[in-house]
Nanobody, 124 residues
Framework: QVQLVESGGGLVQAGGSLRLSCANS????????MGWFRQAPGKEREFVAA????????YYADSVKGRFTISRDNTKNTVYLQMNSLKPEDTAVYYC?????????????????WGRGTQVTVSS
């Protein structure tokens, strides 16, 4: 069974950086790309960033553009989210997900497999 596992979350001060990783600990799977979503307490889960396994196109939510960078390591089937200049409003549980389509990588329904999330807390 596919099991995506996020790591790298934690507590960081505003303006600091954090790097999240997402890897598959279960069976091998095929997907078109990977994405990161986040959910803060009392809020809806929102899109953060996405990247296909092929090509160089990346996608970012307006709220994180210029601060976050999504990347991949195809040999390890691992994706990363480098988060710089973190703000308190970035505090959330961050989830990685594997998409089956690149029609709309910003939509949750595009993704079939999801990790259990990793907590990111940014203090002010």
């Amino acid at each position: 069974q596919v099991q995506l596992v996020e790591s790298g979350g934690g507590l960081v001060q505003a303006g600091g950086s954090l790097r999240l990783s997402c890897a598959n600990s279960g069976r091998t799977f095929i997907s078109y790309g990977m994405g990161w979503f986040r959910q803060a307490p009392g809020k809806e889960r929102e899109f953060v960033a996405a990247i296909p396994w092929r090509g160089g196109t990346t996608y970012y939510a307006d709220s994180v553009k210029g601060r976050f960078t999504i990347s991949r390591d195809n040999t390890k089937n691992t994706v990363y989210l480098q988060m710089n200049s973190l703000k308190p409003e970035d505090t959330a549980v961050y989830y990685c997900a594997a998409s089956m389509s690149v029609v709309d990588p910003t939509t949750q329904d595009t993704y079939r497999y999801w990790g259990r999330g990793t907590q990111v807390t940014v203090s002010s």
